[in-house]
Nanobody, 120 residues
């Protein structure tokens, strides 16, 4: 399973660090992605990291502000989010995939999500 944590209410310009804890599978076999879903919108890919952490990718809207990382010794993935904007608001999910992609259909195991709200 995957369990996200770290979501919160934060002011614009603030920072949050999301965590994703994995269990029950061979963690370093899988790429991990972070996705988000805003109210009334489809779920979108935010960032992904390769199975051994050497390759990362970001959607254009978060480049330069978000950083994804993983610790394969602890089965954890992190998303450091800086300079947060109102449009970053949504439920953030982590997921595992066998293809390095920001497309949701390539991910087969999802966490329950953690709420991020950026508002003054």
């Amino acid at each position: 399973q995957l369990v996200e944590s770290g979501g919160d209410l934060v002011q614009p310009g603030g920072s949050l660090r999301l965590s994703c804890a994995a269990s029950g599978f061979t963690f370093n076999y899988y790429h991990i992605g972070w996705f988000r879903q805003a109210p009334g919108k489809e779920r979108e890919g935010v960032s992904c990291i390769s199975s051994h952490g050497g390759i990362t990718n970001y959607t254009d809207s978060v480049k330069g502000r978000f950083t994804i990382s993983r610790d394969n010794t602890k089965n954890m993935v992190f998303l450091q989010m800086n300079s947060l904007k109102a449009e970053d608001t949504g439920i953030y999910y982590c997921a595992r995939g066998r293809l390095f992609s920001l497309v949701t259909k390539f991910y087969d195991l999802w966490g329950q999500g953690t709420q991020v709200t950026v508002s003054s």
